[in-house]
T-cell receptor
């Protein structure tokens, strides 16, 4: 079983739409959670950390549900520039520097 | 620029050959990571250095893969007797001491193709 699982998509949404992705993780003792963004043929870049209480950064909201072992990313008022692959990242409690990536969810925002 | 630099950006090699992939981390970053990303997949952990030493090499798939960081800065990933299944984008990342993903910056990767 993979450490981190994501729906590969693609999610095709019109500009201005609200879209949400989930990511599930298998190890209940996982320590830290993040969302990364990866543009086509580019390197992954940190989008935001995910805190236990949930957190927001502009149009982006991340939430953690430890009981059900998933994290979510909500994007409001989608922009064309949001088109990318969103990667969920989880670190195990025993090694903060060994982080596991999901396979990513592809988002296409259409005009 | 001051980002993570990886060379070469593309490498095509014949099956059975030896290759070296280089990573120049951000100046002052003591943690360095190697990941491998196959098409349609997320990056897969290979090895993590803290300073000169490999703190965790549990992701290296077999003994054909080896990485060094002799002076605690530049790192080289070495692959012997390459196989077609080694074809992937090899990503390097660096971060300040033990900050993990929250402050990890990735290079643009080396696209390795084994023919």
């Amino acid at each position: 079983r993979k450490e981190v699982e994501q729906d590969p998509g693609p999610f095709n949404v019109p500009e201005g739409a609200t879209v949400a992705f989930n990511c599930t993780y298998s190890n209940s003792a996982s320590q830290s959670f993040f969302w990364y963004r990866q543009d086509c043929r580019k390197e992954p870049k940190l989008l935001m950390s995910v805190y236990s209480s949930g957190n927001e950064d502009g149009r982006f909201t991340a939430q953690l549900n430890r009981a059900s072992q998933y994290i979510s990313l909500l994007i409001r008022d989608s922009k064309l520039s949001d088109s990318a692959t969103y990667l969920c990242v989880v670190t195990p409690i025993y090694n903060f520097n060994k982080f596991y990536f999901g396979s990513g969810t592809k988002l296409n925002v259409k005009p | 620029g001051a980002g993570v630099s990886q060379t070469p950006s593309n490498k095509v090699t014949e099956k059975g050959k030896y290759v070296e992939l280089r990573c120049d981390p951000i100046s002052g970053h003591t943690a360095l990571y190697w990941y491998r990303q196959s098409l349609g997949q997320g990056p897969e952990f290979l090895i993590y250095f803290q300073g000169t030493g490999a703190a965790d090499d549990s992701g290296l798939p077999n003994d054909r893969f080896f990485a060094v960081r002799p002076e605690g800065s530049v790192s080289t990933l070495k692959i012997q007797r390459t196989e077609r299944g080694d074809s992937a984008v090899y990503l390097c990342a660096s971060s300040p001491v033990d900050t993990g993903p929250s402050e990890a910056f990735f290079g643009q990767g080396t696209r390795l193709t084994v023919v």
